[in-house]
């Protein structure tokens, strides 16, 4: 009798695997834990000279592949596959110069491709999708708590003393909670983990249910009150803006465009006001785009690659005026100053390619992938927030908005299916 039920365990456990995609679950929660286990102890080798969040991100790799292979599906619509062999593209074109450059890169470079591989060739339904949103955002809410909660003890580092804390902007924080710094916690920015908890604060409102809203819109409430990104709040503020402007109700009323126009009225002139009066040069940004701007005149085509930057601000730090940064605090600039044009086209015809997805779906599934790639284009033009080199939290959102984007017209039967599993969201 034990061996039936065992037989019958072991069966029910693999058609489970051939029905859910495991794969892009874990691949949804891998960036989380390889910046968490990094931040335990960055650059240290545990294995091969191999930090452990390398190592996690290999083994990783390898346990999506098993996963993938155990799988049942159809292969992904033919759209889908186009705009995953665009980042195959962006992919393959930063690692070709950056390897022309003669500069280094780690080994986890090898899961951006795997991944958009593996989805091009089997299909994840609505509900997979809404689950891996899931995995993303609660992997990161995870790792936020486990570093406030464990950094006191020694164990990780101090979110709130790293390299680019400052002093606080919230002066509130210093006067009720005695936090005069601002917070990068496992990420090791504040430019980093601001972004971070922008996108799920913004994830928080497209979910349906209340708990799922509750707990991510705390939780990245946290990290962006914590990191004190003024950029990434104004990310939210436009993603959001555009999700409540194409929602339900509003599609719904009769003086929609009205109400469209004079919300984006307000919101330009909000713009304008910020920019003139209260931070003309975006927090320094202005003198560094105009830097690279410059360094790029040199190499157009092609940029100058991460040598050339490198080169560029040793031989000017000191220098006045000049605001000595590796990199130029936005995707688009940065793409286009170290792999040039071709680099900021592919990047370009991607984003484009993700607003249709979002665009064509709002009458079916609301503006919820609209809205996800809304704010990652917006917190992109202000921060460098992710490379094309690399699988990490900006890279896995966008993925995330074309898979909602284009998952939303498709047939009943989908949603019949996923109706009779588990794991519900």
């Known amino acids: 009798m034990r061996a039936q039920c065992s037989l019958v365990s072991v069966s029910n456990l693999r058609e489970l695997f051939r029905r859910e995609p495991f794969y892009l679950w874990l691949a949804m929660c891998l960036p989380a834990v390889s910046v968490y286990l990094h931040s335990l102890a960055p650059g240290r080798a545990v294995f091969k000279g191999q930090d452990l969040g390398v190592l996690v991100g290999i083994l990783g790799g390898l346990l999506i592949y098993f996963f993938w292979l155990t799988y049942r599906s159809p292969r992904s619509p033919s759209k889908l596959q186009i705009f995953l062999l665009l980042i195959g593209l962006a992919w393959g074109y930063s690692i070709l110069r950056t390897q022309i450059d003669g500069s280094v890169f780690n080994e986890t470079f090898f899961l951006l491709p795997e991944i958009a591989l593996l989805l091009a060739f089997k299909s994840v339904n609505r509900r997979g999708i809404e689950i891996a949103g899931l995995c993303l955002a609660y992997s990161l809410i995870l790792i936020v708590f486990l570093n406030l909660l464990l950094s006191p003890l020694g164990i990780g580092p101090d ?118 009066g209260i931070d003309p040069t975006l927090n320094g940004r202005m003198q560094i785009w105009h830097d690279f701007f410059a360094l790029w005149r040199d190499s157009p085509l092609i940029g100058v690659g991460t040598s050339g930057v490198n080169v560029f601000v040793e031989s000017r730090t000191g220098i006045a005026g000049l605001v000595t940064h590796n990199h130029a605090h936005s995707v688009f600039i940065d793409g286009l100053m170290r792999y040039g044009i071709i680099m900021l086209v592919l990047t370009l015809i991607i984003f484009i390619m993700v607003f249709s997805f979002g665009i064509r779906t709002i009458p079916t599934i ?60």
């Open 159 to 276: 979110g709130f003393h790293i390299a680019d804390s400052g002093s606080t902007r919230v002066p509130l924080l210093t006067e009720f909670l005695g936090i005069d710094t601002r917070w990068g916690g496992p990420f090791g920015s504040v430019n980093t983990a601001g972004p971070i908890g922008g996108f799920v604060f913004v994830f928080a409102f497209t979910q349906k249910r209340l708990g799922n809203k509750l707990a991510l819109g705390i939780g990245g409430g946290i990290i962006l009150v914590l990191s004190q990104a003024r950029t990434s709040l104004i990310a939210v503020i436009i993603a959001l803006t555009v999700y409540f402007l194409w929602s339900e109700q509003i599609q719904k009323a009769t003086h929609r465009i009205a109400i469209r126009i004079t919300t984006f009225f307000f919101l330009l002139v909000g713009s304008v006001v910020y920019l003139v």
């Open 366 to 425: 609301g503006p919820t992938s609209i809205a996800i790639s809304i704010y990652i284009f917006t917190a992109g033009l202000t921060e460098t927030i992710f490379s094309w080199s690399y699988w990490g939290v900006p890279v896995a959102a966008l993925l995330l908005a074309a898979l909602m984007g284009l998952e939303g017209p498709r047939t009943k039967t989908n949603i019949e299916v996923s109706q009779s599993r588990p794991f519900q969201t």
